[in-house]
């Protein structure tokens, strides 16, 4: 059965985690300056994922605080297969705290300067808040909130976070996506895509579809979920979780580097969640546990099926432009992974993300002229991509009946655990700033209100 797999491959993890050695190396770069990274209870595999690289900016010596268990040593074996690949190893020197005072220790002793979080959500928002309020800048995974109560908070981790000079940034992997940069290049090119429709919640201007699967590989290796990862209170709903790279995806595309007031640009008019069902043997396979623990016998029903908090919808508006969002989870692709369905409806033109068999399960581009004639089309099209091309060498369209598809080099699909080093490179070059971008942290704050909100009007009874 592939839940034993998943055990035999655990243990290998835990014996390789031996080439991440605890004591601290005097020898590496640790040079004033430099960023000093502390990794505080991974128990999520984007943790790591942000180490699958080095950084000549970063300390090798990076310092894990977490309690004993398989997750820490989950992600200890993720950083030791990176430094003992074959191809461009990476030299992270894991200085390890295990013990159940993780926390009080990592804030007594601030070894580092830059707090990474990726893990469980149910503390993630009190860990972000104290992180800042010790000083400490801090890049954390999405969710940074999963409930308004969390969001309160987080409007306050902000406003310290300011007040100490230190930055709060969370990782949104999708805006380094090639396809996703190519349809945001597009829809402000007004001779191709003209302007957003005006649209309805019926009809809206914006639409995006997000299938992930709850079995998959990561750098290679089947992944071994924790148990609390199906608990809502400690994960997160979807439209909550996954929900925020898409309405981050729509703020970035729609208006950039324009700062939105969540009080007066968003409104929230329905929200709906639904679960998947996992049978008895699909829960094993992605956990390796054969049983259900306490925390999750609300959410079982005939007896052993689990009843996921997996699927959400949210309609809204952000300044007055309509947009809908889906978010959905499965047990296991029947072919390629998790996918992407993104729908901008312009005043000429649509530009459509697909990513199904037609397009070998990788996403595509599609430019569908739509208030424009054919002569007309082929200029626009034509000319938006030349200009494309001076910004992205060796990118083309082929036409396929009405519609063009856009043609992108193979050397700009870098897959997404890429995109997590895209990240803190931005990161980084805001740290070296000391500043971000005016439109960064009210867009954040946007974008945990509108999901946060919406799981809010989706739950009430």
């Not at 050695?21 to 430099?34: F, V």
């Amino acid at each position: 059965m592939r839940h034993s797999t998943g055990f035999i491959l655990l243990s290998v993890f835990m014996l390789s985690t031996a080439g991440c050695r605890q004591a601290e190396n005097k020898n590496s770069e640790n040079k004033t300056g430099m960023v000093k990274l502390i990794t505080l209870d991974p128990g999520h595999f984007h943790a790591a994922l942000v180490q699958k690289t080095g950084y000549p900016d970063i300390d090798t010596n990076v310092y894990v605080y977490a309690p004993d268990g398989l997750e820490v040593n989950a992600h200890l074996a993720l950083i030791d297969q990176y430094n003992t690949r074959s191809e461009n190893p990476t030299h992270w020197n894991e200085i390890i705290y295990k013990g159940n005072d993780f926390a009080e220790k990592m804030f007594a002793e601030k070894k580092g300067n830059v707090v990474v979080l990726s893990g469980n959500n149910r503390l993630k928002t009190d860990y972000i808040k104290r992180s800042v309020d010790a000083g400490l800048n801090v890049l954390a995974d999405k969710p940074m909130a999963i409930n308004t109560k969390n969001f309160d908070r987080l409007i306050q981790a902000f406003e310290d976070a300011q007040k100490n000079n230190v930055l709060l940034y969370d990782i949104m992997t999708e805006r380094s996506e090639i396809t996703n940069i190519l349809q945001k290049e597009l829809m402000h090119n007004s001779e191709l895509f003209g302007a957003l429709k005006k649209g309805t919640e019926k009809d809206p201007s914006v639409i995006i579809e997000s299938i992930h699967y709850f079995f998959k590989n990561v750098s290679g290796k089947p992944l071994v979920r924790p148990e609390w990862f199906f608990d809502p209170a400690q994960q997160g709903d979807a439209i909550a979780d996954v929900g925020t790279h898409l309405v981050d995806i729509v703020q970035w595309q729609c208006f950039p580097e324009v700062a939105l007031d969540y009080k007066n640009d968003i409104l929230i008019s329905s929200a709906k969640i639904w679960p998947t069902s996992l049978t008895p043997a699909q829960y094993s396979s992605i956990t390796g546990s054969n049983s259900y623990p306490d925390y999750l016998k609300p959410y079982i029903v005939k007896d052993s099926i689990l009843q996921t908090h997996g699927n959400g919808e949210m309609n809204y508006s952000v300044k007055g432009v309509p947009v809908k969002i889906i978010v959905r989870w499965d047990y296991k692709a029947e072919e390629g992974g998790d996918s992407h369905h993104a729908i901008l409806k312009g005043t000429k033109a649509t530009l459509e993300i697909r990513q199904g068999r037609e397009e070998s399960f990788k996403p595509v581009l599609y430019i569908v002229p739509t208030g424009m004639k054919d002569s007309e089309a082929e200029v626009a099209v034509n000319d938006a991509i030349k200009t494309i091309a001076g910004k992205y060498p060796g990118v083309t369209t082929e036409k396929q009946g009405k519609e063009w598809k856009v043609v992108i080099p193979s050397s700009y699909d870098v897959g997404h655990e890429a995109h997590f080093g895209q990240v803190m490179e931005r990161f980084l070059q805001y740290l070296k700033e000391r500043n971000m971008p005016g439109w960064e942290v009210p867009n954040m704050i946007a974008k945990y209100y509108t999901t946060t909100k919406a799981l809010e009007i989706a739950t009430k009874p």
